[in-house]
């Protein structure tokens, strides 16, 4: 990973002399394993060990030999035998091949890079469970497929990111879970020679982890894929977390923005740009993601016992996965707990849309009403629809404005120079513009005169009621429209 | 592909029947060929022509025949010879084997499919570029990451549609190309019996198409690969034109949407909804057309001079990847064609933006002449930038809102009853805020007092200029900004 | 998916038919819910149940709807109210939107197909272990990297694809058991209007299914990507074991090969062909699989409370995946069922092998005795890896046919017909060549005169032991190397 | 990259060094073109250009620069205005955005590293071209489906790699010059300030780049699409290179296999194995190229005029599939030219397929002899496959074999045992066997003991004619099956 976006821990984990000193604790834990069965002394182990102990490896010389042999795992054993008594020798990778020693290795390696990520997601947890709980009385207005829906409180917004987060950590942990399996098992994974069953338990305890049986010469792809998987699905939420909050923070009513900093410029050209460069990095992060699992599930068909084609693709793709993950763990536990929040803009964008946000509710009323005048459910819809056409027509300049084509740049100028000046029209609303029974047709939907005109003597005499009119207005308050949210607030962050 | 989404025209040609009668083709432009080298009779061919046409192939017959014999090309042979006399029947499918069939009637497959997509692509052309000649003088916000940057013609958008879509194009016309290339070249790709390449030439000629030389028993899949990969660039292409018009059709100041029937609904639940259903679309289908395309170039590794592994993707993929393709050409043609623009809004946003449309102008004009003056180009950056900010902060109810933290439902309800009852503020710009050097400090912003109070006192001197005065207005026409944007227009329409 | 490789369920279960009953299932839940809250009577909810249950759903007046109101649940709520008397209408769909009634019956689609899965993995399972039993003592030489290795029973092989499968079986499980979450939450998921926590439980309960909390408008897509990619898993390690069975039916020494059917044909021109069609579709379909599953991971991110990207990518990517996984679970439970075994070939391999399948053993062997005599363990690697080299070196014509480069088609002739009668050669093993201490060196390998005569006198002095050449041709039986396999066995067949 | 498999060229034109110099030259290249504009004077010019010449950029300054702006490219505007006079400071970087500056000095970038690839493309072809040319009539069996087909000659096999790659060669130098375009069209690509189409013109120019007209702020990432799509098609056909060099080498008849050296070791465990790391690597390798692929054509979509999500992709995504070519390039260039071919096994697999190498031609020629004496073409291709099937039957011990299913190990050991002693069996080929007429009928293939005695009454018949047996034993001669090779090698070696 270049260093721009490289986690210092999982860089640790991956350099070479962990490697080497993972692999090293491989061998020592099979030569232990082994006294305990009896087929060697304690005192040849403790000779090994403190031999190599005292001479820690020595990765320039294990490189060079790796060049020679063309076999790193070979290399590693030339040079650690270097240290080990000429009679000892044969007692270091005895009766085993490369991947008795790799694999519970690698499986070490993934333990300690899930920790990281698990404690990361812990930290996103908290911030987000901190704002979510901040902000639960702020209320927006939702969108779907882009357009203004219903209300919600801002909070609760963050609670569906809390709650889809929560699905890929589930997955992780579980997926993390299965790393502990590994095989001592042989070349061929029968044991054969002097491994056994009961030595791979061993040696394997020792280490941390449990057997895997019916492996081959290696663990089968299969057992780290859910890893890979997990962690897209955890670069996936992150990217949709981040989307929602580039999307609230595009210009016209900006609900909420990532952090920007004192000294920070936007653009090179433009001063006044506050770009969300940290959210939309997020959306390529998780490209590199999906990528990066993509090339690690593929791992799976391998020939017959063993081939090596997954070598060089885990090789890279493992730690750049566990790198991309961490750091959009982090940016996004920066980019949540800095987050602007703008309810002066919620508010805003409330208001301007006139009413439709109760629109659910208000056809749900009227349908009701209607039912019990005999009248079809369907009427209610073209109703509300209609009123929502309505009052949110442009009129005065702003009418004409929309059906201007200008023919060259001196008529855009003029344009823009009266649109500075024209003034800011009135803002109806469904609220009022319903039980007023004002609807009129519009070119946009069909509906002929005579149903428009049948819709407003049906409200007019359904709002004469003052009752009715109360009932209806109350629908248009957070909060009646938001009563059962807490809900979702008792359940998430507990 | 599902009916939903199927194109008539890639059912018919990838249907039984139509591939039966171009392995038929096939079949006879090798006997025709070999008339031509003398190696059969011109008698001979037409007998069996004449046989085979009178009787066109059975394909209830022929799918029984492959259950049976489990290898559909030889169902098709024993199908066919049938109908030939015995003492012609060897002609048929002599010294081939089944890929010297199939593979020119799939190259005939493609040629049908791709003329299908260059048509369509034509007529997404028109429309996008009359759209463009209509909005040469629209004149919009355009946005970087997503925030208000500079202004430009709503129709020199549509241009840039049209550049990115020609590179998909130009890309396709050469993948399509690469398919009139085949092979008929024997079971090992080298010829042997009666197979010669001067037959290859000639009966390939006899099918519009030429050889590919150094096949194996199968044209190697790399030659098609690019056909995939471009059909993908189009999609991708179109999914990011769907993109721009779902953001452009966002709630707030919408300044376009796909186009809504006059008796569409938008949601069952919220009556006033106009969701950009059609363009959200295309960002799947655009999905669907990358998992094809690498499905396909998946089937390059193949073994040695051929295994089957690529029959089962290229039955199911191509089709479906060509289906998708036309789809999305159709729906955003449609889209295109009747696409509502919003030009009030389009303006709204201009004046919303309050002046920092023109920011990077007015950085430019600044630094000009500050650097005159011996101070550094970065004060005119900060200068703007800080009257960016200035100008965007909130007042009166709406900066009292920014802060609102509501503990209870009730505060909200009271917030928003008085947000509704709010006066809109006054809209200052940093046309007039720089000039009337007015500049105050934020705390988004690292600028001390002595700072500002500086940069205001640079600007007193310079704007007590009217030239100076005259000519920074001038930057904040569109005439101006937009002064060489038809060069575009000239390129692209032409 | 097209007919050739569907699966008649999964037809079922996605026919327009099978989900608009679906979805009247979900509404009526809903409603039933309603009665138990007290919100409905139950004599209101039989009459709808009655009226809809009396008039099954119009496939074809649905889709006209939808074409004019282009929204299918809509369309699907106007055709089901045609049924439902006038007073009763504002009951069906009341307070709920589309996902309500789509998600749950979503979900119910689900866990039909995922029951289709279950049974078939158990159906391969019971193949694949009763194959393992009966191969329990046939003995192979394993490879790894398509070299061979060491020995063990051909049933063994097949405990490693059972063991495999596990994984993937188990993962799919889980992710199966994550689809019985849903949701009826309203249109932005915090319910309102008559919705509420309660409701949503017990409608969920009646379908059979629970409350996924904090979702929006429609269930984070994250909650069924593991779906889809378990079903990957599935479907990648199918074609990991169809690899292997293809590999081992490579002309030479084919070891097994999948049914080939009395009437089959293999080749259009080659009769003697008895091509891996089987099982190279397999690696074709686990292509299409991972693309299918690549697509709906992708459907993740969507814009805030929801968009319908994904919508197309599901209608077309879901059955299509579990088509695909079906057909593959069919195909190779068929593939193992049939499976041709040729044990004579497999222990012509291990002949053919010269003894080198025990190599590991050997060199352990000759190490261990060597470090008591004070030698380096590398020298036994050394001396194992020339003996190999030594008894598989050419000899005779062969020797002599390696170093030849005919240069006309003549010679070519002539060389295959000296090939054609030349003598097998003597095959000797490193079984007898090692005690016999006649290594020699040869070019490939770095090992001076003076080190392989160092060698032959070590090895010299060694055999001259005779219980060490009875000790050392006891690791040449498969009763001893084998003899640690049972456990496996016992492990993974109970 | 991974230091194991980093290119150095490729890393050094990637290094930040070497990133500031290429935007300090796009800086330099629209000064001058400004100076020929008659924007700017000459000696300013060269008074920049000396003062940034002499003092190289600081990277250190300008990382930590970038750490407090946020933003890299105004980090370096900052770095280099630090050693050009206040005056001519407005100079640098006036009127243009980040992206005309790192547009430009991206497409130098790649055309550097196309220029790597270029060359490495050149020098794998001349070493394919030489051993295509090394074993032109070095014959060995050619393999279908994995099973043994008809012959070829070892240099025709590499002509076919030869024409695969030729195919993702003039792809990628077709996608390569499209990286020859590029922009300088200001923050939205429409002009503006002082930018004009003329002054883009002039300065790409300079830079050896041409104008790309119709981009936004950045160029369309489709333009840089097939790049990615192009390394990919060649890292696919060398991975299919490599499975067939890899395929060659299983232990049976290993026909070839790459470089093995002379201290190199297989394997820890077993001395004997030669195992293909290099080429398996390969394999992996095509994996991660395509998963680069994926990510960086996946940067198409972007929002509006740009959004900064393909960023980080192209950090990473863009070097490492440069690595990754670049490596794959040189080590099968390394394979190809050290690859061990072994004539004397391709020679004993045509011999071990007893005359079912000539099946095809055997088959056409009962046939065109049947046919003339009225009997169906279907006849003869029965007859050479069941005679296949009948000279592939094991005899003797081995057939007893086929049938054994060992019930304990000592059983195993008894058996292999026997086969260690048992005589190789006499090989009969359908040469001799078809002329002799000695069919009979086998379980595998459905004949009746009718049919196969009508089969040897023809046979009989028609060879009793000793000019029939003349020409059926030509068909089993290389110069005849390989006649029309030099056909290709004339065509692919010009």
């Not at 009621?465 to 008792?490: G, I, R």
């Amino acid at each position: 990973m270049i260093p721009r976006y490289a986690n210092k821990d999982v860089n640790a984990i991956n350099s070479d002399v962990a490697k080497l000193l993972r692999w090293q604790n491989a061998e020592l834990a099979v030569i232990l394993a082994r006294v305990k069965a009896g087929g060697t002394t304690a005192t040849d182990y403790e000779c090994i060990k403190l031999a190599l102990e005292t001479n820690p490896p020595d990765v320039e010389w294990w490189k060079r030999r790796d060049d020679e042999v063309g076999h790193d795992l070979n290399a590693f054993i030339d040079e650690r035998r270097r240290f080990i008594p000429t009679e000892l020798q044969s007692e270091f990778h005895r009766d085993t091949t490369s991947f008795d020693t790799e694999e519970p290795a690698q499986a070490r390696a993934f333990l300690h890079m899930c920790a990281l990520v698990e404690k990361a997601l812990d930290g996103f947890n908290v911030v987000c469970k901190r704002q979510a709980q901040t902000y639960q009385f702020t209320v927006m207005l939702e969108r779907t497929h882009g357009q203004w829906g219903k209300l919600r409180s801002f909070g609760s917004r963050l609670l569906t990111w809390i709650a889809e987060l929560n699905v890929a950590r589930s997955q992780f942990l579980s997926a993390a879970s299965l790393c502990k399996q590994s095989r001592i098992a042989g070349a061929m994974g029968n044991y054969g020679g002097g491994l056994t069953p009961e030595l791979e338990r061993q040696a394997l305890q020792i280490l941390g982890l449990v057997p895997f049986h019916g492996a081959t010469q290696i663990m089968p792809r299969v057992a780290y894929a859910p890893l890979a998987q997990s962690l897209q699905l955890i670069c996936e939420v992150l990217g949709k977390v981040a989307l929602d909050v580039r999307l609230g923070a595009r210009s016209g009513y900006p609900i909420c923005h990532e952090p920007f900093g004192k000294k920070q410029k936007g653009s090179s050209a433009m001063p006044h740009k506050k770009n969300t460069i940290l959210t939309e990095q997020m959306t390529g992060m998780a490209r590199l993601a999906s990528g990066y699992a993509a090339m690690l599930v593929a791992n799976i068909p391998t020939w017959e016992a063993r081939s090596i084609e997954q070598s060089s693709v885990e090789r890279i793709a493992w730690p750049d996965l566990f790198h991309i993950t961490l750091r959009m763990l982090s940016v996004m536990t920066r980019v949540l707990h800095g987050l602007a929040v703008y309810p002066d803009n919620m508010l805003r964008e409330i208001v301007e849309s006139r009413g439709t946000y109760a629109s659910d509710e208000a056809k749900n009323f009227l349908a009701l009403k209607l039912s019990e005048r005999g009248i079809e459910a369907d009427v209610a819809y073209r109703i509300v629809q209609l009123a929502a056409f309505n009052v949110l027509k442009p009129t005065g300049f702003w009418a004409e404005a929309r059906q201007a084509t200008p023919l060259e740049l001196f008529d855009t100028d003029r344009l823009l120079q009266q649109a500075k000046n024209a003034s800011t029209p009135p803002a109806y609303s469904i609220q009022t513009w319903i039980p007023s029974a004002r609807l009129f047709p519009v070119a946009e939907l069909e509906a002929s005169n005579d149903d428009v005109e049948s819709y407003n003597s049906i409200l007019s005499q359904l709002f004469s009621d003052q009752s009715t009119l109360h009932a209806w207005n109350k629908l248009f308050n957070p909060s009646y429209l938001l009563k059962e949210e807490h809900f979702l607030f008792e359940k998430l962050l507990k």
